[in-house]
């Protein structure tokens, strides 16, 4: 990560409202959920939340207490296993698909957990020389930026949780739907050439956005808006899933092996589809973007348009022109919606990741952080595409247009959508 | 089942105290949990606590209330499919290996269906007349026998779920540890020729134990006692665990696969072996009965001792001298304990089931029960070995001699136990 | 095994002409195939007919040569790991899945490691001295069933690997095609009592088919034919595959995961049933035996005809009124036919093997042999079902009354079939 | 592919000569081989030789004489199902992992097969009118490619074969062992900036290599020379397979699942590494070049020299300054072998494929050829990396610098090689 300056502005007491900011907001996603709801891991790829705010607070224990807090002492050695996602520097892990088999610790010993670790890091923040501060401080960001990936995780991972119940429960039953129209599409071009990508200045980045370096990108246009619900509807109706020639060869054989015939948590009920969302299970909205897609889905959406998915570096090229406003968490809505503005590139952040057709690779030139921290991105540059933009489970402070999302192809859980290129 | 007689004492409502007490036996067993621990499904053949509470419930439901109950309202409908464990004849079931993905209903939601079950279904046993008794009783006694059942897969798929922490959490933590000394083996003649076999009278049994029959069995010694962990320790210090002539072939292979070592549960800490009970971890006390161990276990310990396992029938035959007495869970130590009997024929109820080397099949003229409740046994008669006598995990009310429980030969999760015959 | 009396006829060169004329049976069987026929295995439960033919091979060497033949030297070490089936005492196996992926040794080096075993035999057998005799003898007897065994074994694997082709190879394409029509069904009263089962005499039987015992069986009465495939066909019309209350609890499960909607090898062209059988496909002839059934089926068959399958000790004692003639091997038809008679007790012996419900396991007293050779059957007494009487791919001089083959209950590559008892 | 210009050159007949070279090559690599050695499929990636003599041929018959020749009729048109690879603008494809269970055609009727294709398109070359050719002879010459790249698949798919076999049979066993030592490794400068990639020219190119474009690579330097045994051993010896910081994530899960601990085909015997080749089991020369790695080996070892696998690009860019020689298929040595030269940039051709850290995408502007035969290449753009400079089994008219080989990361039965950059 981008390395801070060592003037007094970073003493890391000023950080201590941004640390209370963001750990209550962790408290805050989980007011609706009883118990229950914290226990269960519905796939080996998402985790109970209970773990998410147990993992979170190990993090902050093991890079920052444990190496700077006088005579600190392990909360309790057994975290130590139990809460390591995968740092293989660190030590051992629980097997990841069993962490939905541990009822203890209990909801309310992981609370006491999270209150636990953070009164001794409001302490240590506090207390931190401006010595200690230029160490500490990166750390705390990392670990806060951190717990908001998580933030977004635990929405994702209670949705696909509570999709397995066949009565549909929602987790926010309040939130209105809207009944925009969908606005037309349009193109707007990017200029080929050399061109800037990765992280610069101050702020917080994560190491995978740097170096910056230079890229080659070929002119070529943009599209305006999200791909819709409606524009979708009408790829599976033109037989999108039955047609192996739109397809790439592993996804061909995903869609064929899993018998996917619509994006997940659509739910045919007579002739009408309904969407499983985060407010109860909804009828479709065609205006809204289309959402829960895999990169596979995006490709053949892409091919059958004629057209094709942006790399990272066009889709970060084209971004400049936008400011970082969008539907995240904050709107409360959790769910992507339509747009109302009817031009310019819109959509850009917020709303669902945007699957590019980019590779995740490291920048020429990056190096991981150094310890076990360098293992938080480096090692997974392998067998996943890269994703920008943030979605309507991202906090709006924790997004940025050089941020690299990555997942799997046949990834679906994820608020993932689809903008084309050509 | 074994029909019941018309007279007036069976009317419904003097099975009112027996219904109220086993129920009742349900809550008391949930006593020491925590609400985390409902939910979990630690392997596809257990099932979370919350649906084991559901599911007896839905059995009084479904083949009593909605049968006999005026103006009977299904107090909701996706219960039926949610709540039925493998009854065709009812309709289709959620899939057995996902009950752990459910978190609702809640627990309090489970317990509010099980209050207004208990209130129907006082009513209706208050209120039948003696034709509808006739009908309903033998059903209120399967009912209660089928809670008891599951009262005790709920201590042992607790134990399964407990176990997968590497916390090792106890589900009573009170119970005294026995420090009795293993008493000695001794050997018992039972006379061969033509025996009766099953159930018979006007009490309550499982139509498997039906119709009774005779039966030859051979002139034959059976073992005084079980064999305790001492004895077990033996076989293994032996290379009981690596001499495949020991074993069955399909023992041998899962010996492999599973990579066993030890019985289930046990836990090796530097020199010493310890045993996850349900009170918690403990060191190996080599007087108590050896428990968790498969039939193939069972099988080979025989073999190595150039002894045998007895057939059902030479067991029931052998049970006829011995009282319905011994180390059920009314006795709160949840873990099979050492005779202090020195003599005679003991601990033949109670403490774990004894494998029998009879596959599990159905007796000579059985018939199943008319409907979906004749489910209940007869489809299961394949693949499986009977075991008799009952556990530390049973109800003292719930056992009898006649009665045959049944497991595939690999399963270890239950109290299961050793008997020899020569 | 039956023990050999010790009298000059046992002179082990007596031997000699039937060891000639089993061994040769092999050759024969192999005539009509290619080179590529010797070397697939088309599922793990099947074997490659040159593994078959150097396996048999391997057992000569193995139990008689090595230890009986002077200053014996294995033909190839190798050999040794490569053709050992499961006998642990010997040594470690190749794995069994893998056995199709060996090009080596060659057929024509495998039948020249069939040669040489037979020369060192030939000369083992006229040199024997009567006290050797006495030991060789018996095993060269086990040998030679082991071979018939195997030779059933390669018909029905050859039929397996190509029945896994489009192209429908035929192993025989000139047998005719049987156009008898079905005989009446009839019922044969069998009387109740202790009876006595399993092998007495000087002849050669299994150790499994010993001790002879007493058993105890009700009075019944007893199929007098085979069920015919127009039989079997009534019962999928009348939704038979359909109705789970027909089925065992894993049988429906496996009819479901597997979707089984009619007997192994039937093929559906437009409205006809047809059969894959040795001699090719053939449109389904209604009068033959059904075959290719498992147990599931055979058992759901006789639920539904309010009927169930004889236990093998009532088969046995039924079929003491009958002689042992049939449709074997010797035929060379190859499949199942229909019979001509049209009264009587029938097809008892050859045509298909007939299931019984008893679960395979040791009669009372049995003693597997000696050594490695004990575990030619003893170590398989678990999980696998009892047939009776042979079938059209057995030799006629390999089948007795007491003969007990045992299967899984889902397998169905064997010629097996149903007969029904009440 | 590239176009061919219309003049007369392009006279289909010209191209006979080439026609009957390749294709007559196929068989001269099947020369050593025994008619078992045709059939096995030693795994889902793998096919039978039978199964790739057969298939070229359909793809000759499907893509030229079906369309071309006059009255044509199919061989058999069951063929055409049975040896389409992965053509679903053709129709449904026989089972890939089940090509090894097929024994007929057999090889006799393969080899008529590939006659009968050869008489026909021999005929149909001879008299294609200038018109004609102009569509066919690119099409013959895809197929003559096609053709060669599956010449390749023979003899890696044959040694995977071969290799399960615990004689390890040799295909090759005159072929002499190298005794050269290590040359020094170097390293040559290529200079950064925006360079040309991708096919020009009129010489054939697989549609992959277009179209031709500017990419953007930085300064580097590029390693002289292979790595060797010798340095991969020094690897494992630093415990390059025990320890995950070197390692990719997946690359260190399939590192612990599949026990990887050497290279393929390293087999340990007492002390000394040997190495099962082509040409049997032979003691790890530790001058030649390390093969049979997978990506993550290759980037592990990278990283732990604290150096990198060079681009795709930079590969293609450096190659510019060597010409197209090396250790290919026509040597007949079947293995790499160490380099005689001293400096300079060396086996940059032949010997094995290079690993790049490219991700196989497709080039901007990249069109799939029309039809069916666009699935060559494009739908694999995916998961797999790039790999650059063929093989000791590639033909070495096969391969070009722009040649871009893919396979997925965790593949290692393709003679594969690692050359670093830094």
């Known amino acids: 990560m981008a390395s801070i300056p060592t003037d007094l502005s970073t003493r890391c007491s000023l950080l201590l409202p941004k640390y209370e900011a963001v750990r209550g907001f962790s408290h805050v996603l989980c007011e609706p959920l009883e118990i229950e709801d914290f226990v269960v891991q519905s796939m080996p790829d998402a985790s109970p939340i209970r773990w998410h705010l147990a993992h979170t607070t190990w993090f902050f224990e093991t890079f920052i207490l444990k190496r700077f807090a006088r005579n600190y002492q392990s909360i309790d050695p057994m975290y130590e296993y139990l809460f390591n996602s995968y740092y293989n520097g660190i030590g051992e892990q629980f097997p990841r698909p069993q962490r939905g088999l541990l009822t203890r610790p209990t909801v309310a010993q992981v609370m006491a957990y999270r209150r636990e670790v953070d009164n001794r890091m409001g302490q240590l923040l506090l207390e931190a020389s401006p010595e200690q501060s230029v160490q500490i401080a990166p750390l705390v960001e990392l670990g806060l930026h951190h717990e908001q990936q998580h933030q977004e995780l635990m929405l994702t991972d209670l949705k696909h949780a509570l999709a397995q119940n066949p009565m549909y429960p929602a987790y926010e039953s309040d939130a209105e739907q809207t009944t925009e129209k ?3 599409q349009s193109w707007h ?9 990765g992280h610069t200045g ?3 980045a994560y190491d995978n956005e740097s170096p910056r370096h230079e890229a080659l990108i070929p002119s070529l246009e943009i599209a305006g808006r999200l791909i819709t619900n409606g524009e979708y509807l009408q790829f599976m109706d033109d037989g999108g899933y039955q047609r192996p020639e739109l397809w790439l060869s592993l996804g061909w054989n995903t869609v064929q092996s899993q018998q996917w015939n619509a994006p997940l948590y659509w739910v045919r009920q007579g002739e009408a589809w309904h969407e499983f969302t985060l407010c109860g299970l909804r009828r479709l909205n065609e205006a809204s973007p289309v959402t829960h897609v895999s990169y596979f889905e995006a490709d053949a959406f892409a091919r059958w348009q004629e057209s094709r998915l942006p790399t990272e570096f066009e889709w ?3 971004s ?6 969008g ?7 959790f769910h992507p919606a339509p747009t109302k503005e009817t031009d310019g590139l819109r959509q850009m952040l917020g709303d669902v ?3 590019t057709n980019s590779s995740y690779a490291p920048y020429p030139g990056f190096q991981p952080s150094e310890g076990a921290i360098g293992e938080y991105n480096g090692k997974f540059m392998c067998q996943q595409y890269v994703l920008r933009g943030g979605s309507c489970a991202t906090s709006e402070s924790h997004i940025r247009k050089t941020y690299r999302n990555f997942f ?3 990834a679906r859980w994820q608020f993932t959508g689809i903008r084309l290129a050509r």
């Open 182 to 184: 969908a606005t037309l």
């Open 189 to 197: 071009e990017v200029a080929g050439g050399i061109v800037e990508i």
């Open 202 to 204: 101050n702020d917080f």
């Open 316 to 318: 970060e090229t084209a």
């Open 320 to 325: 400049r022109k936008v400011s970082v406003e």
């Open 327 to 333: 539907n995240f968490v904050e709107s409360r809505t």
């Open 353 to 355: 990741w945007e699957w």
């Open 408 to 410: 799997p192809p046949e």
